[in-house]
């Protein structure tokens, strides 16, 4: 514990652990091409069902950097296997950690198919990654878009105010105005950039085949683009029924919430014009927490 | 080579590994090169295991690779056995079809210490692939070979064993997916984005448009030797175009475009319901 020489000089150890470092926001995520492999190759695999593995990386002012990643086993849905699941994680960094591989998690990554990753799934695995890590990132990557010809690769973060809002639960319709937040809010779209070593560089310069067109161009040359169309105009289908079902089941609780209060109104105004004593308060106060009750149970079923 | 009344023959084995031949994926080359790069200070080389499966045809196809932590010093090896074992079972499980087929090292040729532990591998494997990276680009380029292990023998005595080298097949199909420039350079900004990549693509394909019309231009005005099989080959291609008359292509085409623009337009209904939808659900002041 080091004391001030000069009031001007080194600040002292309290005064240092006083101030809060703020960090800087997340710019960038930086991947190196080797992940941006192993999770192709390991999504590609084992389509069409989905997996997920862990990034390993560090943390480095405003880039986060991802330098490795592992996958994970496709886990039965079964308790006992959940400890092995864990044994299976701390097995693989362990190892990791004895030939000089970064051991620090910094989020994980997930396969998708056409572009329908915004699940509660995700929101919930995102709360429970931030608890324990400052930064996390998910990395969602289609296999199906790679028959396209496109580098279907994506890095999202929950953003701060829908994670505050979640952590206090609190979503009613006043706090959503005030954070002006809306569905296209929940989740940050993060830039993407790819470094290699340069010894990799080297040894790609020198693999690289010479010919014009690689098989990337084939790909994308390829006229047949109406099963994904169809497949995705199906799952819009999809989503606008449940849309309108929820959309249904507000409107149904917003009438009776309008109705309820309505009610409530008409009685207080019956009671407070006969005279104001005895039992009647002990009525109103009553009435107005059976009512406040019903309020928040209706509050909790909308969202 | 000990004198003998009766003549014996220095033996190879019938050439069956001949027609044995390799093929690496290049997350098997990026997997070693980080492994070389992250190599503890005092370790000159790094050994690790390659994964894969034999195909049919008996090719040896190697998918994946991990470092096995290694002790080298004056002439004696020694290697991790139970890392090697506990990353192999990790790797299993999540894909059971993935088994040991060989072993890497980093470093031009092969050591008197690779031979011991090619023996080590091949206790756990019949016949073990024996892969050297050569990572300090020794001979101006980065060369990659693949080995067999094959037994000599005098007469009946197993003298020595040698290595050889099988073909190796070092065609980079996924790396071409993702896109070279992207593997290629130290730091790419931004992955290019659907147009992007589909301008590069055209602007191949108008090249390559080019330089055939060049060389039959030139052909025909006889400043190069017309070669037969690139004339057929032209003439195939050519010929392989579906005959559609203008009217029926054109029929075709805008067909498809206005697939697209229905899409465009119910899309941004969609997007114009779901706003007007927020602002009158939520408009009310009592939620």
């Known amino acids: 514990m080091a004391n001030t020489t000069t009031p001007t000089m080194a600040r002292s150890f309290l005064q240092v652990a006083a101030t809060e470092e703020v960090a800087p926001p997340l710019r960038a995520v930086q991947i190196e091409g080797l992940v941006v492999l192993k999770i192709i190759k390991h999504c590609k695999e084992l389509s069409p069902s989905l997996v997920t593995g862990q990034l390993l990386g560090l943390d480095v002012g405003s880039v986060l950097e991802v330098t490795n990643c592992f996958p994970f086993p496709i886990r039965e849905e079964d308790e006992e296997i959940e400890a092995e699941g864990a044994n299976y994680q701390l097995e693989m960094m362990r190892c990791l950690r004895e030939v000089n591989v970064d051991n620090n998690t910094v989020g994980w990554y997930q396969s998708m198919l056409f572009g329908c990753f915004q699940t509660v799934e995700l929101i919930e695995t995102f709360m429970n990654y931030q608890e324990n890590i400052k930064r996390c990132v998910c990395i969602i990557y289609d296999p199906s878009r790679a028959n396209q010809g496109v580098l279907a690769l994506k890095a999202l973060k929950l953003s701060d105010s829908f994670m505050d809002l979640y952590r206090s639960n609190n979503f009613t319709g006043e706090k959503l105005r005030e954070k002006n937040l809306s569905w296209v809010d929940i989740f940050e779209e993060i830039p993407i950039k790819v470094s290699n070593s340069a010894l990799i560089s080297a040894f790609m310069t020198e693999l690289e085949d010479d010919t014009p067109v690689t098989q990337c161009d084939y790909d994308r040359l390829q006229l047949s683009t109406s099963p994904y169309l169809e497949r995705n105009v199906e799952f819009l289908i999809e989503c606008m029924d449940d849309l309108s079902i929820e959309q249904q089941k507000f409107q149904y609780y917003y009438r009776n919430l309008s109705r309820q209060q309505a009610q409530q109104q008409a009685w207080l105004q019956k009671r407070s014009q006969k005279e104001v004593g005895s039992g009647s308060y002990y009525v109103q106060i009553v009435i107005s927490f059976c009512y406040g009750c019903f309020d928040r149970h209706l509050t909790l079923f909308s969202f | ?287």
């Open chain 2, 1 to 287: 080579m000990a004198a003998s009344e009766q003549k014996t023959v220095l033996q190879f084995p019938p050439s069956f590994s001949s027609t044995l031949s390799a093929k690496v994926h290049p997350l098997v080359i990026f997997n070693i090169c980080d492994c070389y790069v992250r190599r503890p200070d005092q370790a000159e080389r790094v050994i690790g295991t390659l994964l894969g499966s034999v195909l049919p045809d008996g090719t040896v196809d190697i998918r994946n690779s991990y470092a096995v932590p290694h002790n080298e010093s004056s002439g004696q090896v020694a290697l991790d056995i139970d890392y090697h074992h506990n990353l192999l079972l990790s790797h299993q499980k999540v894909n059971p079809k993935e088994v040991i087929v060989g072993w890497y090292s980093t470093g031009l040729g092969v050591t008197g210490g690779s031979a011991l532990i090619h023996e080590f591998y091949s206790r756990e494997v019949p016949n073990p692939i024996h892969l050297t990276v050569d990572t300090g680009f020794r001979n101006g380029e980065g060369t990659i070979k693949a080995y067999v292990s094959v037994n000599l023998s005098l007469g009946d005595r197993p003298l020595a064993a040698q290595f050889q080298e099988v073909p190796l097949d070092l065609r980079m199909v996924e790396a071409e997916r993702i896109g070279f420039d992207v593997l290629k350079s130290t730091m790419v900004d931004k992955i290019p984005s659907d147009l992007e990549g589909m301008e590069i693509s055209m602007q191949r394909l108008l090249a390559l448009i080019d330089d055939v019309y060049k060389y039959v231009d030139d052909v025909v005005e006889g400043h190069t030797a017309p070669d037969n099989n690139i004339g057929r080959f032209i003439s195939d291609t050519v010929a392989s175009l579906p005959k559609l008359s203008p009217p029926a292509f054109d029929k075709l085409v805008n067909d498809n475009v206005q697939d697209h623009l229905l899409l465009l337009y119910l899309s941004s209904i969609t997007r114009t319901q779901l706003s007007l939808a927020e602002k009158l659900n939520t408009a009310a002041q009592i939620l």
